[in-house]
């Protein structure tokens, strides 16, 4: 049996490295943080504080499993601590399980009835699930659903005489036309609303005759560049084109998913990929990412973003459009890019991944689910996921998917990175992110891969964010959402 002294002793280093975690959480270090964290909890486990603690950090770093897992062990600890249930109903609302966060709110509001803070939060929480009840009870059955798409005749949309920002010629998106968007957007212009309709239903009718996963053919000679998630950063995009070059038939590139959320520039980077891609078809790819969907979308920003800078039309357009997006690529037959991860089940193929039917919002398990949401782990074989989606795969894991796929590498996105990207599974796979100082706080620097055929060996470029308008990250997501950010 310990003795008293032990005790003691534990439960004061505990709080020293407590108040060092504290100060590493500050300085947006989050995941120095969790380790500083688990180091006082693995020395007192029966202070509710730390696990709470935790659970904020790992809010940061978006593992929304991992947040609920130490928030629900706080309250064990002390079932009276009401930060407990609020970081577990803050890690329910990020993932959108709204009914669950109104119940660990209402608990809050128990213990702490007087605190006006919780009084507001639980009713704007509330007003969440009441405005997500009325949507499910006025909502139209798959079946029966029109497309937004089907009904917009944007030629016989008229453009005002004033309008000087720029404009489609025709039917063409024409490098110039481009060229003037983006200059626009840069000055904090907007787009006339029917050149926006123009280039989205464009890119719906291309994305939809297109498979699942997509075949690149990179020729000896040429080279082909990989980004990762952009989230609506605008403004590092534009970064990126100045570093690399336009995308062009001679300068290609792929965007490995969540172009949108967070970062309140989303319309302008969608809209500037989009229309890259119907100026030229083969100088741009795009992959879904799980923040192509419709729940995320309504959370993290997009949704409020396009509803403010064009309509409500648009809202229902781009949710049709993202569902037509494909969900994987491979360049010459050697290199698999997908936003996240592996499967939960060994033996799958190319072309079970091909076969998948991705025109429908992302389900909650399956192969389509785990394409999007799943994360590598540093040990072997799989383990439940840290967002509570998805997956964690072992090397193991990727070995085995590219021997019985005869491929060379794994190339993925999802995560930040502090130097924009992460080599794991003895050098298979590849995480890259280009999304530098990712929400205006992470600090982190962000990258793209340029392959050069034939051997298509990843040379890796990180840069760092360059400014933008002061417009906050979430700047157009809900109110009550951007409370727990």
């Not at 297109?210 to 020729?219: A, E, G, K, R, T």
């Given at each position: 049996m310990p003795s008293m002294d032990n005790e003691s002793s534990n439960v004061s280093q505990a709080e020293e490295i407590k108040v060092q975690a504290n100060e590493a959480f500050k300085a947006h270090k989050y995941g120095q943080a969790i380790d500083l964290y688990t180091q006082a909890i693995e020395l007192n486990s029966q202070n509710a504080v730390y696990w709470a603690n935790r659970a904020f950090a790992h809010t940061k770093l978006e593992e929304y499993g991992s947040a609920m897992q130490d928030a629900t062990k706080a309250i064990e600890v002390d079932p009276k601590y009401s930060k407990g249930y609020?970081?577990?109903?803050?890690?329910?609302?990020?993932?959108?399980?709204?009914?669950?966060?109104?119940?660990?709110?209402?608990?809050?509001?128990?213990?702490?009835?007087?605190?006006?803070d919780a009084t507001k939060k639980l009713?704007?929480?509330?007003?969440?699930?009441?405005?997500?009840?009325?949507?499910?009870?006025?909502?139209?059955?798959e079946s029966e659903r029109r497309f937004v798409a089907d009904s917009i005749d944007y030629h016989s949309i008229e453009v005002e005489p004033q309008y000087s920002g720029a404009k489609i010629e025709g039917d063409v998106v024409t490098l110039d036309f481009v060229k003037k968007m983006m200059d626009d957007f840069k000055n904090q212009k907007c787009l006339h609303k029917r050149y926006a309709f123009q280039i989205v239903l464009q890119m719906r009718k291309m994305l939809r005759?297109?498979?699942?996963?997509?075949?690149?053919?990179?020729?000896?000679?040429?080279?082909?560049?990989?980004c990762g998630d952009v989230h609506g950063q605008f403004y590092d995009l534009i970064n990126i084109f100045e570093l690399n070059g336009l995308p062009s038939?001679?300068?290609?590139?792929?965007?490995?998913?969540?172009?949108?959320?967070?970062?309140?520039?989303?319309?302008?980077?969608?809209?500037?990929?989009?229309?890259l891609k119907c100026m030229c078809p083969s100088a741009i790819y795009l992959a879904r990412g799980n923040h192509e969907s419709r729940s995320m979308n309504k959370i993290y920003g997009f949704e409020g973003e396009v509803r403010s800078k064009l309509s409500e039309k648009f809202v229902e357009l781009f949710a049709e459009v993202f569902c037509c997006l494909p969900l994987a690529h491979v360049i010459n037959q050697k290199v698999f890019v997908v936003h996240g991860g592996l499967f939960s089940v060994d033996g799958v193929k190319l072309s079970d991944i091909k076969a998948i039917d991705r025109f429908c919002e992302p389900p909650e398990e399956g192969l389509m689910c785990e394409l999007l949401w799943s994360d590598p782990q540093p040990f072997p074989g799989r383990g439940p996921s840290k967002r509570g989606v998805g997956l964690s795969f072992g090397a193991d894991v990727t070995r085995k998917f590219l021997q019985d796929n005869n491929l060379d590498l794994i190339v993925r996105s999802h995560?930040?990175?502090?130097?924009?990207?992460?080599?794991?599974?003895?050098?298979?796979?590849?995480?890259?992110?280009?999304?530098?100082?990712?929400?205006?706080?992470?600090?982190?620097?962000?990258?793209?891969?340029?392959?050069?055929?034939p051997d298509l060996k990843p040379n890796i470029v990180t840069f760092s964010a360059v400014p933008h308008p002061d417009v906050k990250p979430m700047a157009y997501a809900n109110n009550f959402l951007r409370m727990f950010q």
């Open positions: 609020y970081r577990r109903g803050a890690a329910y609302l990020a993932m959108g399980k709204f009914k669950e966060a109104l119940k660990d709110f209402q608990q809050v509001k128990k213990i702490c009835p007087n605190d006006p009713k704007e929480c509330e007003k969440a699930v009441m405005k997500l009840k009325f949507e499910e009870a006025i909502s139209v059955p005759s297109q498979p699942s996963l997509v075949d690149i053919n990179v020729p000896d000679g040429s080279h082909f560049t990989v038939e001679e300068n290609p590139y792929l965007f490995n998913g969540d172009f949108v959320d967070r970062g309140s520039f989303s319309v302008e980077v969608i809209l500037t990929l989009f229309a995560e930040v990175k502090d130097e924009g990207y992460e080599i794991e599974h003895d050098g298979k796979l590849i995480t890259i992110f280009s999304a530098p100082n990712y929400c205006d706080q992470m600090g982190n620097k962000g990258a793209y891969i340029r392959f050069e055929a």
